[in-house]
Every structure is written in structure tokens, then in C-alpha cells.
């Protein structure tokens, strides 16, 4: 038995009629290499591959032990109750299935939460894709992973190889009971006194953190906006990001749509301009910025004002690495959709990025998991509750929207056998922030995963399509930019 975290368990307690708290992803894989059989992929051969790595990834088999009254976090414990059956499902595409279709089905699976009296996670298996493809959907709580755990899981559950692996010899797995209610009432009782101590160190710390929690906040956003001092900004503004159709309260309905981006493509990009220390992530960040600007054009709702980013950041440790739960921090950055050119806006994304990066490393790393220790969880979900109905999210949100860049590996790839071709993330949105684009990238491509609320962003598939246009609109700026550069050293060894 093992209990949750603080921030753990906040994931649970977000919790509405219209916030769901798990994650996902599509794997797109070639069904017919699957296992060499005429058939392909079928769900019995990818249940059985599954079942097989269930001892790598313990958290499959453990579920949730709600402590009485909501008095403290949760506990995960091995599910004596445990089927494979329920967890591992299929569903067809009328052939020849499209990405629309594809889409729109993954967009209606996302929108179901998950059942809290089984291990958190599902997995859909969605044949009847052209060419020979198969989809395989699969969705967890975010209670259970973050962005590097769940990598752990890609790792156990992907091979290098069509033939897989050998897998070591385990025991059988046994279940554990709940626990009897007193226990965890008494184990409750102890936490609860453990807490003033517990708090005077947090507020010590908060007190030596607020200038740079202020920073962080202020800096990045100061930059894009003619560089005003934190002061004045944080006055001005109180932490409020612009509004936007998407940050409003939101649906139990989701729209998903999906991208790839050759990655040598933005890799040269990055090169092309002349601007040391130009990441990747600068160049993706921009592409998003493009995109997002095109997009509030097309609905005449762009504000004066840049975009505001959430940008998650791991703090695990090396000692914490292939553990479970989350550890994960964050930095705010400036979107410069206020700005006309793609080249200007690549520019500014990097300073503000930098900034962003400055200000964040003044705040301790685990402040977020501190913080959300105290929230006891009857407590925490009536105040998600309540802020969901006051539209507080929508009101005083420091943020528009959540983007991820997360790296993946860059070698081949196989999923019960069959190749992997492409991986989208399927990430999360909440009250106040409809809209969230996570990024993976796999091999020679960036895969981009976009999920919005249905009612606030109904044409999620257009804003998907300009990203394209913005990489095309970057290159073409880039192109420019070599051109000069290649004339006025021209210029100056004609002068010599």
C-alpha cells in the first residue's frame, strides 16, 4: 500500500462533470508486420504482449483506496480484483478509416473518464485505418505518471526490435485487501499532526521565494511588452493572461486533432538564423505562436497582448528516476502572437524562453508538490468546484494554454510487433484553459497532439494545419535572412 502525493492526488480532485485528470496517446503502427500472421494486428496477440509486461509497469494492476470523508490523499494498492479484459479493447473504423475519423474517434474516447475503482489506464485498439494501419489508443491518470514516467511506461511496453524481448521471471501476483477503514482514519490522524511542522518550513521558504515567484511570473511577459519593469507590469496586468475564446469554462466534449513536422527540417531552421543558442524547442514554441496567431485571426479575437504559456518542467531527480507519480514543476513564457513576422517571432520566443528559464531557477523545484500536500482532498475538489462555477480560471488564469515539448527516442520502434510509425500525445484540458498542444518527437519527426474543449475550439483541426504554414513562413524568413547575410559579405570582400 502506498499513498499518493499531495500533487498526485490533486490531479484527482480536479475532477468535474467536464475536467477529466487522465492523459494519452496514439500510436500509429503498421498492423500487417505485427506478429506474421495474414491477419496482423488482433487484439488477442496485443492483450497477450500486454499482459506480458504488466510486471514492468507495476502501477497497472494497483488502484485507488479513497480514505473516508476525503480526510487525506489516496492509496494505491495491487488490485486482488485485477481482469486484463476490461482494460484492453478494440474498435473498428468503417474501411477504409481516415485520420478525420481516426480523430473524432479519439476525441470521444478522451471525453470518458476513467472508472476510479479500477487501475487508472485503458487501451483501445482501433483497426480498419488505410493502408494497413492500426491505431492504438491508450490513456492513464494523471495521478499515476508524469511526462517522464510515462516514458518508463513507453520504454516497458515498446520494443527495439519486431521479436521483442526476453522478459524476466517474476512471481505470481497477488492482490492486496483494502485496508480496514480504521487504519486509514488512524493514519490520517498522524499525517494531520504532522502538519503545522510540516508548514512553518513551507512558509519559511515560500517567504525567501517570493521575489523570484514574482520574476517569474512578470519577466517573461515584461519583454514582449516594450519591457516595462515588474512592478508597473504585475500592477497593470495582476497576473492575468489575455483573453481568448479558449480560455472560458469548458464541455465534457473534446476535439483532438493531430500534425507531424519533419524534425531535420526544423533543425535546419534553428541553424539558419542567425541567433546563438536557438533550441529546438525555441523553434517549436514559435511554430506554436504561428499558429495560434493564424488562428485568432481567422476567429477576429487576437489580442493586443502576447499569448501566455504554461511550460511543464520535470524536476525528478536521478534517485527518483522509473518511479511512479509526479514531479514536475513550471515556467510561464511569453507567446509573441502580438508580433508580425515569423522571424521576429522566433527571436522573441528564445529571449523570452531564456527569461523564463532565469526566473524559474529562483523558485524551488518542489514548491508545486509542497504546496498541494496540504490540500485535503474533500477540501481541494469543493474548491475546484467552486472555482469552476465563480469561472475564477477564466477571470485571473496567469496562463493561456499548456504546451509540452517532450523528447523521444530517435531509433525504431515496435509495438506488439508491428513497427511504430507515428506517436501524438493526447494530453489534458482544463477550466479556464481549453486548449493544450503537447509535442513528441520520434525519429525524423516532431508529432504534434492537440486537444481542446469541442464547444470552445471546434475547427482544432485548422489550427493543426497552420502549423505547417508556420514552418513553411519560418523557412521563408530564414531563406531571407541567409540571402542578406550571403550579400553583405559579399559587399565587404568586394570593398576589400
Known sequence: MEQLSGLDGAFLAMETRSVFGHVGSVCIVDALTSDGSEAGMTLQHLTKVIESRLPLVPLFRRRLVMVPFGLDHPYWIEDPDFDIEFH???????????????????????????????PLWELYLIT???????????????????????GDILTAVLDVSPQGRELPTVEAFVGELPPDTALLLARSAVNLARQPVQAFHLVSDLARS????????GAPIAQLLGGKDDDDLLSQNG??????????????????????????????????????????????????????????????????APLIAAVPVSVRTKHQKGGGGNKVSMMLAALPTNLTDPGDRLAAVHEAMRAAKDQHGAIPAGLLADVSQFAMPALANQAWRLSAKLRLFERVSPFNLFISNVPGPNVPLYFAGAELLAYYPVSAVVDGQGLNITVMSYRDNLYFGL?????????????????????DALNAAADVLAAGIAQTASSAASRD
Not at 96 to 104: A, K, W
Not at 246 to 269: C, M, Q, Y
Request: proline share 7%; glycine share 8%.
Open 88 to 118: 484492453v479493447r478494440e474498435l473498428a473504423l468503417p474501411f477504409p478509416g481516415n485520420d478525420r475519423q481516426l480523430s473524432e474517434q479519439v476525441a470521444r474516447l478522451h471525453a470518458r473518464p476513467l472508472d476510479r475503482s479500477r
Open 128 to 150: 480498419g485505418l488505410h493502408g494497413g494501419r492500426a491505431a492504438i489508443y491508450s490513456k492513464i491518470h494523471h495521478a499515476a505518471i508524469d511526462g517522464v514516467s510515462g
Open 210 to 217: 517570493i521575489p523570484g515567484i514574482a520574476n517569474a511570473f
Open 239 to 304: 497576473l492575468r493572461a489575455p483573453s481568448t475564446p479558449f480560455n472560458a469554462p469548458i464541455s465534457p466534449h473534446r476535439r483532438w486533432a493531430f500534425a507531424d513536422l519533419p524534425l531535420g527540417e526544423v533543425k535546419t531552421l534553428r541553424r539558419g538564423f542567425d541567433g546563438a543558442g536557438l533550441t529546438v524547442n525555441d523553434v517549436v514554441l514559435a511554430l506554436c505562436a504561428g499558429a495560434l496567431r493564424r488562428w485568432l485571426q481567422l476567429h477576429e479575437a487576437l489580442p493586443a
Open 451 to 471: 486537444v481542446a474543449c469541442r464547444q470552445l475550439v471546434p475547427d482544432l483541426d485548422v489550427m493543426a494545419g497552420f502549423l505547417r504554414d508556420e514552418l
